[in-house]
């Protein structure tokens, strides 16, 4: 397959062949100087995906690796065209501190270790993307928050679909009274998790279960697709299979919860249903639906007025040089990605744990 850079190399060619053909304006590349220069931490699943995607990226490109498996990082290197001395493994990462080749870590290890690590980027004078859950709970969160702040970076949480076209479109319609006032959200957000020796169903390294990994999609949506934070929250667990899921890693929960506005939500997060990836909004004049809604795409989406059309954009590509404008020039994404983003998702997902075990409403306080 062509890669936009490809693409862009023979429309270059054609037009110094032919110098009088007036060709359509397209996205150049920045100057090497001007893109964000990315290290990875955690060379897994995500990361391969993240960085296969930013091949396509014309404002960031990949610089680094931190692993603890010495064959991916020579796999990387090959692969990225990585220097051997931007590798680290996760005793020594600290020393990007002296690499001017870095401007900022993405962390894309399991859940437990965000918060040490972040910790350790900030300290290290780099700036930090993190993968979503940011840490385990809100006070972990708060502190990643609070350590970047002191050391002068950014922190920014890897959600991706805070840049998805038709998610954007969505959110302009409703800001523009195009639903009206918004009255109902529904998030149901699964798939059926396989080997049960793997982190995710590991307390320690995960944080809990569904609701980590899956079913903060519902809740991170529930806020951009409706617009408010919400200020209360019930919810109940079901569990099939208590030997798979361990104390402490929820399997299923359903959650409903409530807005200032009066809208209130109702959402499903599960690791033991495939085929459940969709929001639903209605407003007192229309309703916008996502289906798939958080999937790595086609993202498809409909409104009471008909098919949503905004093509399909590989979502990494976009969110990494989305991410190298908000580092490197300031600039404010629609629905913001930053750590306090992040924080806020933590304390519902703490409150959704607390509601579990008190069977009772509990409150928010996002901030
Ligand atoms: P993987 O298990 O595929 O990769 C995690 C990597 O972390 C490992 O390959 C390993 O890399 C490193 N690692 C370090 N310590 C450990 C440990 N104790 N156990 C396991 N791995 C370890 O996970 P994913 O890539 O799927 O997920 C990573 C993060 O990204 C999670 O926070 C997840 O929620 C998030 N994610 C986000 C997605 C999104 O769409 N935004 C999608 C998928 C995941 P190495 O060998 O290089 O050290």
Redesign the pocket.
Known sequence: MKTRRDFIQQVALTAAAVPLLRLPAIAHPLREESQLRVAFM??????NRVADAMKDCTKARITGAI???PS?LSDWQQRFNIPAANCYN?ENFDKIKDNPDIDVVYV????G??HSQVLRIAAAGKHVIC???MALNAREGQEMVDACKKAGVQLLI?Y?MHFEPKTLAINNMRNSGVFGKVKFFQGQCGFTIGDPT??RLNKE?AGGGSIM?IGIYAINGSRYMTGEDPIWVTAQEVKTDPVKFKPGVDETIMFEMGFPSGAVASCLSTYSMNYLDRFYLIGEKGFAELQPSTGYGPIKGRTHLGELTQPHKTHQTVQMDEMADIILRGKKPVIPVNGEEGVKDLKIIDAIYAAVKSGKKETLHLG
């Open positions: 955690g060379l897994g699943g995500y990361a692993s603890g498996t991916k996760y894309t290890t399991p859940n270790l965000h993968e979503k859950p890897g991706r793997q982190w390294l990994d």
